[in-house]
């Protein structure tokens, strides 16, 4: 009887011995690693993540995340900037700009006074880069400002044109919308008035972003994406398919998704291609951006997304065309963020030339940048993936 107790005794000491082994080996292994493998991301881990990244505790379940106002960081001015002057004997300045073309996919949506204001800036991007160029738009709008909800209908216009540009143009991440001002000088002759426009800075001391005070900083900026640019293209193949693969896959393995959402450049196409972190517009911007130099068709898209957790939050992606049609490409979810292992084919793949059968489910596009601003369109999305 002894003897037994003291097997079963024995029997119970080597299996605490084993156990407490495997607690310090998994302690070691963490400390050495960096890696948990006792217990999934937790609710604190997943709040740590502000935004639109999707991350995963292991490859078949994704974290939750917090939402993010995306909208309200793209700095597209909602109270229209305008500001007004009299003079009675200034001079008009005569400009035309009916000689600048311009195809793109949020221009072709505007009318035709949008697109004056449009191509203006448009004509004028390079002298721009300095801050304080002053864009002159003459006396075209006279007629419009001469209604009495002129001044609301031009910064309608105005507005509009801004946020088509902007979208339309992820190369000019160097200008600030919000530090534009549209200026309108009346000169009064006897009974007779008419508009001068014109868009500056303000008493702003410029209208760059935050992150440059000149041009010369401007301009290295520029050169530092168009070499990134520049580089891909040079890889590129006459498979249009391979192209935007490769694309696809510089973006998911050069970018980290950016955690702190102010940080310098985290929205634009400098974060994403030279500084290697930003959130999701910066994906969606730099897929754009080196796209638009393929000659592939693309567009970014605005919306809601919805995680698996159900949660739903601002998030940015894009349209692409392929072969006639068009698919969707979330760069940003296929870059997941990965706690305790590494991303699979699955996961990278995910989001990639995906249909609105497949990707309505979880992606709500909208045509309203901005609350008081114009519902644009989108293209017409395959169903099916390619």
């Known amino acids: 009887m002894k003897s037994k107790f003291t097997s079963i005794l024995m029997f119970f000491i080597i299996l605490a011995i084993i156990g407490a082994a495997g607690i310090i080996g998994i302690t070691i292994f963490k400390d050495i690693f960096g890696i948990n493998i006792l217990e999934p991301a937790s609710e604190q881990e997943a709040e740590n993540f502000d935004g639109d990244a999707y991350y995963y505790n292991s490859e078949e379940e994704y974290a ?3 939402d993010r106002k995306t909208l309200e ?9 305008i500001r007004s002057s009299n003079a009675s004997n200034s001079n008009q300045t005569s400009v035309n700009y009916d000689n600048v073309n311009v195809n793109k996919y949020f221009y072709n949506q505007l009318n035709n006074y949008s697109q004056t204001i449009y191509k203006a800036i448009e004509s004028n991007k390079e002298q721009m880069k300095t801050g304080t160029h002053q864009v002159d738009l003459g006396s075209t ?3 419009v400002l001469s209604r009495d909800d002129g001044q609301e209908k031009l910064g309608d216009y105005f507005q509009s044109a801004i946020e088509a540009y902007f979208y339309d143009n992820p190369d000019v991440f160097y200008l600030s919308p919000s530090k534009m001002y549209l200026n309108i000088e009346t000169t009064t002759r006897g009974s007779k008035k008419t508009y001068n426009v014109f868009i500056n800075n303000g008493e702003a001391e410029n209208y760059l972003i935050d992150e440059f005070n000149s041009k010369a900083q401007v301009d290295a900026a520029v050169d530092r994406v168009s070499r990134v640019r520049n580089n891909l293209i040079s890889k590129k193949t006459s498979s249009v398919y391979d192209n935007i693969k490769m694309v696809h896959n510089y973006l998911i393995d050069n970018i980290e998704y950016d955690k702190d959402v102010n940080s310098r450049n985290t929205y634009d196409i400098y974060g994403a ?23 592939i068709e693309c567009t970014l898209v605005i919306g809601k997304a919805t995680n698996s957790s159900g949660k ?5 992606w894009n349209y692409v065309k392929l072969d006639g049609n068009y698919y969707a490409v979330d760069c940003t979810w296929d870059d997941p963020i ?3 292992g590494v991303a699979t084919d699955s996961m990278r793949y995910k989001y990639f ?18 609350e008081d ?10 169903y099916t993936a390619y």
């Open 312 to 316: 739903s939050e601002s998030h940015a």
């Open 353 to 370: 030339l995906k249909g609105y059968g497949e990707m309505n489910k979880d992606h709500f596009p909208s045509g309203k940048f901005t």
């Open 141 to 143: 709008f006279t007629s």
């Open 373 to 382: 601003g114009m519902e644009f369109s989108y293209p017409a999305v395959s």
């Open 64 to 66: 939750s995340s917090n």
């Open 338 to 340: 990965v706690i305790g």
């Open 73 to 81: 960081k793209l700095e597209i001015p909602e109270v229209k900037n």
């Open 273 to 295: 291609l030279v500084n290697g972190k930003c959130v999701c517009e910066g994906y969606a911007k730099a897929f754009k951006y080196i796209l638009d130099g393929m000659g």
